[in-house]
């Protein structure tokens, strides 16, 4: 229906799918609609590219009223385009919103068109039921006036905040008004779009990937995170094309991949083809399938609930494939899908990277899961000689150490590293200057002060808002900043493009703080005395020397690595920091260590003993 006297264009947003399930809480969002005291208004519900559009369609026809229509996208183009389809197939003078999750109580209607009596306001807003913690207005609460104005769509930016995706351009047209009534519920469930992009709820980049199934590079922000343009990043890496060879493996990569997903392509450089499937549960900022740079074939995402169905796409999709090898990684988010896939096919040649943490699947109630792929794989590598060791001490009599290796598999690719490098702050204002990349773990307010009061400069790159420790900082940095301006700097993350020429201005990185108690004993090990840390390779590339607090009698990883490479600045106190970085200026012994060890710490440093690995298995 267009023109015709219709007050209100209604557009109700759903997309359905197993981890967004939209067309269940759709009946419930058209009779509230259906319910509203104000006539005079069409609705068009927006199917965003369901994969099964029946349950949708079946909810319109159940609703049985002709003002509501179903326009459905034939694959999911995200929420602008949805939105813009809305706008096109509707003409009424004004534009209200009501995502499929949510409710409108009888009178939401009539109170915002009331606001909107007035010629002067362009948008008016009703309040919710539940606050959603954020500073723009959700979709439910608003409506506005139609202008010219278009939503923002995937190709442009990705992110929560509807100010950027349309209210700011509205709102420059006119007056916000308020209807100072609560009219309409904002539905929190784990679903929601909101919650697949924010790193506060465990969302992010990655996850929203898997949900909606994009398997192009995005432009993409949270509210609660940094900036991120995979358009940018991954521009010359879409732009090759690798021929496999006659002799190349076909390589199935399983799990999820963590920050550096693109190292996968120094194998298809080799000759070898790679195909990837992927768990639904990864964390936000761990990359997984469909990929943002090309070159591995993707045979989609994996629901928990489809791990035990024999008849599940997944199973048929390797079958077909047949690989070589299977390669599965990375994290303890992606053991329950590595070990679904080793059980179903025991007889495809078997090599588990793992980096962290077993006492994650320990607390989550996985460790025999975990316990059973480390003892059936037909090799497994560690991020540490430590973690090796520690999995030969817990497994003992279960699994033959021959078949347990040392490879960090989220290593970086090299040519991050060719990049120039960026003078000394140092050289400047004669200061120590030591970044923080990532979550500051371990430093508090406390102990920045007294790196401040001794001169010592700490310059922070990592998460806004985060859950958990991920984002514990934020309690303290705004103290931090008031009382220490000129020595506490806060930056927004950065990616692999920028490690060199932005980190190269200082003189040391930090790595995570922490006391080890484990006294030599590796049963005693903790994630931190086991862990090889995502932000050692990114300072090594930049030349950067690591401080890490030293452990005298405790077994500590990274402790071991710096010390046999020369590339650690190891302290016990503010003091020692601040004389160690001095020296370091003075000399700039440990950033020369550091440019001879970086090319190490690269994934193509361990490619080809990791392919002679896949042969030796392959059948």
Not at 94 to 115: E, F, I, K, N, R
Not at 429 to 436: I, K, S, T, W
Not at 552 to 578: F, I
């Amino acid at each position: 229906m267009k023109g015709g006297g219709v007050a209100v264009a209604v557009l109700v947003p759903v997309h359905d799918s197993p981890l967004s399930p939209g067309a269940a809480f759709l009946p419930r969002a058209l009779e509230s609609l259906r319910a509203q005291t104000a006539g005079g208004w069409e609705a068009v519900v927006l199917d965003d590219g369901s994969p099964d559009p029946g349950p949708v369609a079946a909810a319109v026809a159940a609703a049985g009223d002709p003002r509501i229509r179903l326009v459905r996208l034939e694959r999911n183009r995200g929420l602008g385009a949805a939105l813009n389809a809305g706008l096109d197939a509707t003409t009424a003078p004004v534009v209200a919103y009501l995502p499929a999750d949510d409710v409108w109580t009888p009178d939401h209607l009539s109170a915002l068109l009331g606001c909107l009596a007035d010629p002067a306001v362009v948008r008016v807003r009703s309040g919710l039921t539940e606050p959603p913690g954020t500073a723009y207005d959700q979709l439910v609460q608003v409506a506005h006036r139609r202008t010219g104005d278009r939503w923002t769509e995937r190709e442009e930016l990705e992110t929560d905040d509807l100010d950027r995706l349309m209210w700011q351009r509205v709102d420059a047209g006119g007056a916000v008004a308020e209807t100072g009534a609560v009219t309409c519920s904002w539905t929190v469930h784990p679903g929601q779009r909101s919650r697949a992009i924010r790193s506060a709820f465990d969302g992010g980049l990655n996850v929203f990937r898997a949900r909606y199934g994009v398997d192009r590079p995005l432009r993409f922000s949270s509210t609660d995170g940094a900036d991120v343009d995979e358009v940018g990043r991954y521009a010359r890496f879409r732009s090759r094309r690798y021929e496999p060879a006659a002799d190349g493996l076909t390589v199935l990569v399983v799990g999820e991949l963590a920050f550096n997903p693109e190292r996968v392509l120094a194998l298809a450089a080799r000759g070898h083809s790679l195909a990837g499937l992927w768990t639904a549960t990864g964390l936000g900022d761990s990359t997984v399938g469909p990929l943002p740079f090309g070159d591995v074939d993707d045979l989609g995402v994996v629901d928990p609930a489809a791990l035990a169905d024999p008849g599940a796409a997944w199973r048929r999709a390797v079958r077909e494939l047949a690989p070589d090898v299977v390669w599965a990684q990375l994290n303890w988010r992606a053991v329950p899908l590595a070990h679904a896939v080793r059980t179903a096919f025991p007889d495809i040649p078997f090599v588990f990277t793992f980096k962290e943490a077993p006492q994650r699947s320990v607390v989550r109630g996985e460790w025999p899961v975990l316990a059973d792929l480390v003892t059936g794989a037909d090799a497994c590598l560690f991020c540490s000689a430590e973690e090796r060791d520690w999995f030969a001490l817990a497994l003992a009599g279960r699994v033959d150490p021959s078949r347990l290796g040392v490879l960090d598999g989220d290593l970086p690719l090299g040519e991050w590293l060719d990049a120039p490098l960026t003078p000394k702050l140092s050289d400047a204002d004669g200061e120590p200057h030591a970044v923080v990349v990532g979550r500051p773990s371990g430093l508090d307010l406390d102990w920045v002060m007294e790196l401040a009061g001794r001169g010592v400069h700490t310059h922070l790159y990592g998460q806004q808002r985060a859950p958990g420790t991920t984002g514990s900082w934020q309690s303290w940095l705004d103290e931090a900043l008031a009382r220490a301006p000129g020595y506490v700097h806060l930056h927004p993350p950065i990616g692999p493009d920028a490690w060199v020429p932005e980190l190269s201005r200082y003189d040391a990185g930090w790595l995570h703080r922490f006391s080890s108690a484990n006294g030599g004993d590796l049963r005693l090990a903790t994630w931190d005395d086991l862990n090889s840390p995502a932000r050692l390779p990114v300072c090594l590339a930049a030349g950067l020397p690591l401080l890490q607090q030293a452990n005298p009698g405790s077994l500590v990883s990274v402790e071991r690595v710096l010390r046999a490479e020369g590339t650690g600045l190891l302290y016990r106190s503010a003091d020692d920091v601040a004389d160690l970085l001095a020296e370091e200026v003075r000399t700039r012994t440990g950033a020369a260590a550091a440019m001879a060890a970086r090319e190490r710490h690269t994934f193509d440093a361990h490619a080809d003993r990791l392919v002679d690995l896949f042969r030796s298995l392959a059948h």
